[in-house]
């Protein structure tokens, strides 16, 4: 059965740093794409950014560029985000999804979901 979970999120102060991972299993995650997305309290869900199966990454969501950086570990069957510089307005829940290549934002063309994990920034 294909399953994605992630894990590692939590609450930190702003400008503290945190990493989330999205292990799957029931398939190999190096033919696909993986993104990252994430949804706050009474908000759309968004593209946050995605990794394609050749570890090329982009960035959909232009307030975390520069801040949030995608890798993948094959070995470990595992996607990882890292967030750095969190911010008030990084608090959501987030989720990662995967599909065949290419990277899209939108989440309608993912077909696997983990159930997210919530990452919540304040003082």
């Known amino acids: 059965q294909l399953q994605l979970v992630e894990s590692g999120g939590g609450l930190v102060q702003p400008g503290q740093s945190l990493r989330l991972s999205c292990a799957a299993s029931g398939f190999t995650l190096d033919y696909y794409a993986i993104a990252w997305f994430h949804q706050a309290p009474g908000k759309e869900r968004e593209g946050v950014i995605c990794i394609s199966s050749a570890d090329s990454s982009t960035a959909f969501a232009d307030s975390v560029k520069g801040r949030f950086t995608i890798s993948r570990d094959n070995a470990k069957n595992t996607v990882y985000l890292q967030m750095s510089s969190l911010k008030p307005e990084d608090t959501a829940v987030y989720y990662c999804?995967?599909?065949?290549?290419?990277?899209?934002?939108?989440?309608?063309?993912?077909?696997?979901w983990g159930q997210g994990t919530q990452v919540t920034v304040s003082s």
């Open positions: 999804a995967s599909k065949r290549d290419p990277c899209r934002p939108r989440g309608r063309l993912y077909p696997h």
